[in-house]
């Protein structure tokens, strides 16, 4: 069964930087698109950025680009997320996520908390 292990959530205060890391147990990432979702009290999922298998490729969320960046190393199954300049409206429980074979694969999140 393939898992999806999140670490680096931390309090940090505004304007400060984190890296969450994804770590991929059970199954190697190599082929797979991968993304970072977040999700804040009393408010829905939303996708922050998400990267390419090979890491050609990345998307973000408007309001994280420039702020965030989103890599991958393969050979240690673990897709990153640098987070600098954070806010307050960054807190959240920040989860990885796998699509594979159309079956979404999630993680149990790491709490990020942005203190003003």
């Known amino acids: 069964q393939p898992q999806l292990v999140e670490s680096g959530g931390a309090l940090v205060q505004s304007g400060g930087s984190l890296r969450l890391s994804c770590a991929a147990v059970?199954?190697?990432?190599?082929?797979?698109?991968i993304g970072w979702f977040r999700q804040a009290p009393g408010k829905e999922r939303e996708g922050v950025s998400c990267i390419s298998d090979r890491g050609d490729y990345t998307n973000y969320a408007d309001s994280v680009t420039g702020r965030f960046t989103i890599s991958r190393d393969n050979a240690k199954d673990t897709v990153y997320l640098q987070m600098n300049s954070l806010k307050p409206e960054d807190t959240a429980v920040y989860y990885c996520?796998?699509?594979?074979?159309?079956?979404?694969?999630w993680g149990q999140g790491t709490q990020v908390t942005v203190s003003s």
């Open positions: 059970g199954f190697t990432l190599d082929y797979y698109v």
């Open positions: 996520n796998a699509n594979i074979l159309g079956n979404d694969y």
